[in-house]
């Protein structure tokens, strides 16, 4: 049986834009790609403002019926409780968040968030009927200590932990030696990484819910390079950063197929 696995292109904007910003560049965006007559149910995009942001992007989505999908940058481990500052994922789905990233490199290497709280913050969004974005990738030093695909792969094996094999996913692979440098992987190098995740998915979660998992990569994504890395079986779509930040940058990325073709 062939699987289809719709690509999913998704916009981490992480701390930057208010939310009348968000707003104007929403409308911007659903403008440029209805223009264009993109196709959603051919290549989805969802776009993942800061907190503060969520309530008017979620309100100008529902009221003008848009077809973007609307992502949250981070969820406590927590549903509820004395958590100052945190914010829990039942208050996320209250909001028609329907994906939330965990574990980006950013939370790892800044916030010091191991394996072990990755793996608490996925089972907090299985929880809460949110779809975890599970970010996954090496520093340039774990390149060189354990190669390509050995860090992403135990990553990905203790985030997991205690998650029903049936949960549905997002793997991202983000080499992080490539975040913001300018420098992407090659799309061989990450189509490497991918097909390693997607093996490891296998003995994880079975056969068939590997096959049904899509796999980004993230890591200097451009219009100008996305269409190598979607060539690649194992790559499934894009965590873009930097880019996303550009209406009409991130609206190319989203139409990949259209005006760079595949």
């Not at 904007?13 to 440029?32: E, G, P, R, T």
């Not at 009221?63 to 999908?69: C, N, Q, R």
Request: glycine share 8%; charged share 20%.
């Amino acid at each position: 049986m062939v699987t289809t696995r719709t690509p999913l292109i998704a916009g981490n904007w992480k701390m930057n834009l208010d939310h009348l910003q968000a707003i104007a560049f929403v409308q911007k965006l659903a403008w440029s790609l209805k223009d264009a007559k993109h196709d959603h149910s051919s290549v989805e995009a969802a776009v993942f403002p800061p907190f503060t942001d969520l309530r008017s992007v979620q309100t100008l989505l529902d009221a003008d019926g848009l077809s973007l999908v609307l992502g949250a940058q981070d969820l406590s481990a927590h549903d509820s409780g004395a958590y100052t500052g945190e914010v829990s994922g039942a208050s996320l789905a209250k909001l028609d968040v329907h994906y939330v990233l965990v574990g980006h490199s950013e939370r790892r290497t800044l916030h010091a968030e191991d394996d072990t709280v990755v793996a608490t913050k996925v089972a907090a969004a299985h929880r809460n009927g949110l779809v975890p974005v599970i970010c996954v990738g090496e520093t340039a030093d774990d390149l060189e200590t354990h190669g390509p695909s050995a860090v992403p792969v135990a990553q990905l094996r203790a985030s997991l932990a205690g998650v029903p094999a049936t949960a549905e996913i997002v793997v991202a692979y983000e080499p992080v030696w490539a975040i913001g440098s300018g420098k992407a992987a090659t799309a061989d190098q990450a189509e490497q990484v991918c097909a390693a995740l997607r093996q490891a998915l296998v003995e994880l979660v079975g056969a068939d819910r590997a096959a049904a998992t899509r796999i980004l990569y993230g890591g200097s994504v451009k219009s100008t390079n996305i269409a190598s890395f979607l060539r690649e079986p194992n790559v499934d779509g894009a965590l873009v950063g930097g880019a996303s930040l550009d209406v009409d940058e991130f609206a190319r990325i989203v139409r990949f197929e259209s005006h760079v073709g595949v």
